[in-house]
């Protein structure tokens, strides 16, 4: 089943914060997080493990509440390069499945 | 991570006809998947490809439109057989290694 993901979009200016959410109705071992830039695969940005471990990937963390399946990405003081739709993805019997994505645009 | 070729990276085919995509692995993966992904939207599994047996179809695909090979740990196919102009997408191949799941550039398919 595919987690779901809010916002759908988000424009900011760039040094601005974001937070995108990712929630499953199922119960959640680990959330990954990519990147994908327009034309191009997407890319992998961190993996969360249960136990509400908190990771961090540039300027970009994420935590997971596994009890409340829930994930959050942060983003903070955001840059232009950090334009791109991201996905949230759930392991199910080995299978990845992805959120329906969050566009964020960065602007100068 | 591992480093996934795919290719073709686009092609343009007539209805009725059949293209298979390619994907390479650098190294060993137990599991490889293939996706499609329309313009703007998210990626949606097809398959699991694991060697040495049949590949696992999601709901909505079946073997007979898209027939994936998977000979050994380093390679897979996905075939999209007697294609319509609904087939037209990008199908990425992907495979994970230590967590992270690494896909291939996609190849752009458009049916005419």
């Known amino acids: 089943q595919q987690p779901v993901q809010s916002p759908q979009a988000v424009i900011l200016r760039e040094g601005e914060d974001a937070v995108i959410n990712c929630s499953s109705s199922?119960?959640?071992?680990?959330v990954h997080w990519y990147r994908q830039k327009h034309g191009e695969a997407p890319v992998f940005l961190m993996i969360?493990?249960?136990?509400?471990e908190q990771k961090g990937h540039e300027k970009i963390s994420a935590s997971f509440n596994e009890k409340k399946q829930q994930s959050s990405l942060y983003l903070t003081a955001s840059q232009l390069s950090y334009s791109g739709t991201y996905f949230c993805?759930?392991?199910?019997?080995?299978?990845?499945?992805f959120g329906a994505g969050t566009r964020l645009t960065v602007k100068p | 991570s591992a480093v996934i070729s795919q290719k073709p990276s686009r092609d343009i085919c007539q209805r009725g006809t059949s293209l298979t995509i390619q994907c390479q692995v650098d190294?060993?993966?137990?599991?490889m998947f293939w996706y499609r992904q329309q313009p703007g939207q998210s990626l949606t599994l097809i398959a699991t490809?694991?060697?040495?047996?049949?590949?696992?179809?999601e709901s909505g695909f079946v073997i007979d439109k898209f027939p994936i090979s998977r000979p050994n740990l380093t390679f897979s196919t996905l075939t999209v057989s007697n294609m319509s102009p609904e087939d037209s997408s990008i199908y990425l191949c992907?495979?994970?290694?230590?967590?992270?799941?690494?896909f291939g550039s996609g190849t752009r398919l458009t049916v005419v």
């Open positions: 992907s495979a994970t290694r230590g967590g992270a799941y690494t």
């Open positions: 199922k119960a959640l071992y680990s």
């Open positions: 969360l493990l249960k136990g509400g």
């Open positions: 993805g759930t392991e199910e019997n080995n299978d990845m499945r």
């Open positions: 190294s060993q993966v137990t599991m």
């Open positions: 490809a694991n060697q040495g047996s049949e590949a696992t179809y």
